[in-house]
């Protein structure tokens, strides 16, 4: 298990680095908020220990930046306080877990197991509708014996119909979730991504269809029904 601990009391880090190096897992420890969120990004943790207060950015914004990311890594969060609002404040940004500082290292350690198995569970996850199903591991879809791989707005786009199904998913949904309310992305960007997933679709020879609700936005259907 690999595990990143982003905390900026040396002596603090050094001791939970310790801690978890007795427990066979691998650590890397950041000491600065712009460091830990470069490391959570590009290094492959199971799960991430995150202070709040942290000089550059703090806890809040680097749990902010990874889930706007699509990084999904668990996250617990240390905070000084025994304060609710920090608490919440973490939990809405995308931290899974908090703990308040002075804490029991074998707490740490416990909420740590307990987060890496819930990791596990998410990754065999799948999404089905009728024939057809998304696997959220691979980003494969499949219908009977034939698959196609997505590519990542494909499938983004996918797994957001498939967890809206029966309602109207609108081209400003689409664009704010995949490509991000700050991009460029217009509504022809949508319909391009529309079209590669109906082809997908056709070759896979599904029941599922996009329907294009007009002037409002898609929603799958049977075709079938
Ligand atoms: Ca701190």
């Not at 914004?61 to 905070?79: D, G, H, N, S, Y």
């Not at 009728?130 to 196609?148: F, M, P, Q, R, V």
């Not at 081209?171 to 490509?179: G, Q, T, Y």
Request: proline share 2%; charged share 30%; glycine share 6%.
């Amino acid at each position: 298990m690999k595990i990143l601990v982003v905390e900026d009391e040396l002596r603090l880090a050094e001791a939970l680095s310790q801690i978890m190096q007795e427990q066979k897992y691998q650590v890397d420890v950041a000491n600065d908020g712009n460091d830990g969120l470069d490391y959570a990004l590009y290094g492959d943790y199971d799960v991430i220990v995150l202070d709040v207060m942290l000089p550059g950015k703090d806890g809040f914004e680097v749990v902010r930046a990874l889930r706007a990311a699509k990084v999904q890594t668990p996250v617990i969060m240390l905070t000084a306080r025994d304060d609710v609002r920090d608490k919440i404040r973490g939990l809405d940004k995308g931290a899974d877990d908090y703990m308040t500082k002075p804490f029991v290292p074998e707490e740490l350690l416990a909420r740590i197991r307990a987060l890496s198995r819930r990791q596990g569970e998410v990754l065999l996850e799948e999404i089905s509708m009728e024939d057809l199903t998304l696997s959220l591991s691979t980003n494969d879809l499949l219908c009977g014996a034939k698959s196609i791989h997505l590519a990542f707005k494909e499938f983004e786009i996918m797994k957001i119909l498939l967890s809206n199904q029966k309602t109207i998913v609108s081209k400003e949904m689409l664009i704010s979730k995949v490509w991000g309310d700050d991009s460029d992305a217009e509504d022809n960007n949508v319909e391009a991504y529309i079209s590669f997933l109906r082809k997908k679709l056709s070759f896979l020879g599904s029941r599922v269809q996009i329907s294009t609700i007009r002037k409002v936005g898609y929603r799958l259907e049977s075709g079938n029904g």
